[in-house]
């Protein structure tokens, strides 16, 4: 499977400032996901990472909350933008190889 | 209702223990399913996919049912290295976007 690496690790942010994560892989891949995990809970969808096109947003997440990049087949990148004290969360970026997923290993955000 | 139901646990297990936990899903159309486990402050790693006639890998057996739209995993003669969170995942039947269970925490003692 292929290697996925974010930066950065982990981040303390104040209220208000934005955030961004990358996700980089180390093969070219079609299908790129965002997640977000919060505290104590499972999975969440944010949105498809498209090459070329718009991010498609899952229900309750919007673009200008959570703009997205994807430059190229091996690249991506999640901005949090305007962030609040509930924001803080694991986010998560995978990568889809036929059906199955493999996730990056996450960026801890923490929103004072 | 919840689109992929877990029991939370957790399972407290002595090593050597046989397992099972089990998953059910509410979406039909659902045709991809899968097991993850997932380590505390980690992400989550794929364990198995699961497939119609069942599947083994070493000591983990999963097993489908379509008609009851449902889900297990087995494992065998636990080891402390098993315990973590195990999340169930289907497919939403229409595209590559995986649904997540809200995982099974097993605790697998000396």
């Known amino acids: 499977s292929a290697v996925i690496s974010q930066k950065p690790s982990r981040d303390i942010c104040q209220r208000g400032t934005s955030l961004t994560i990358q996700c980089q892989v180390d093969?070219?891949?079609?299908?790129m996901f965002w997640y977000r995990q919060q505290p104590g809970q499972s999975l969440t969808l944010i949105a498809t990472a498209n090459q070329g096109s718009e991010a498609t947003y899952e229900s309750g997440f919007v673009i200008d909350k959570f703009p997205i990049s994807r430059p190229n087949l091996t690249f991506s990148t999640l901005t949090v933008s305007n962030m609040s004290p509930e924001d803080s969360s694991i986010y998560l970026c995978?990568?889809?190889?036929?059906?199955?997923?493999?996730f990056g290993p996450g960026t801890r955000l923490t929103v004072t | 209702r919840k689109e992929v139901e877990q029991d939370p646990g957790p399972f407290n297990v002595p090593e050597g223990a046989t397992v099972a936990f089990n998953c059910t899903y509410s979406?039909?159309?659902?045709?991809?399913f899968f097991w993850y486990r997932q380590d505390c402050r980690k992400e989550p790693k794929l364990l198995m996919s699961v497939y119609s006639s069942g599947n083994e890998d070493g000591r983990f057996t999963a097993q489908l049912n379509r008609a009851s739209q449902y889900i297990s995993l087995l494992i065998r003669d636990s080891k402390l290295s098993d315990s973590a969170t195990y999340l169930c995942?289907?497919?939403?039947?229409?595209?590559?976007?995986?649904?997540f269970g809200s995982g099974t925490r097993l605790l697998v003692r000396p």
């Open positions: 093969s070219q891949v079609t299908m």
């Open positions: 995978s990568v889809g190889q036929h059906y199955e997923q493999y």
């Open positions: 979406n039909s159309a659902s045709q991809s």
């Open positions: 995942v289907v497919n939403d039947g229409s595209s590559y976007k995986l649904i």
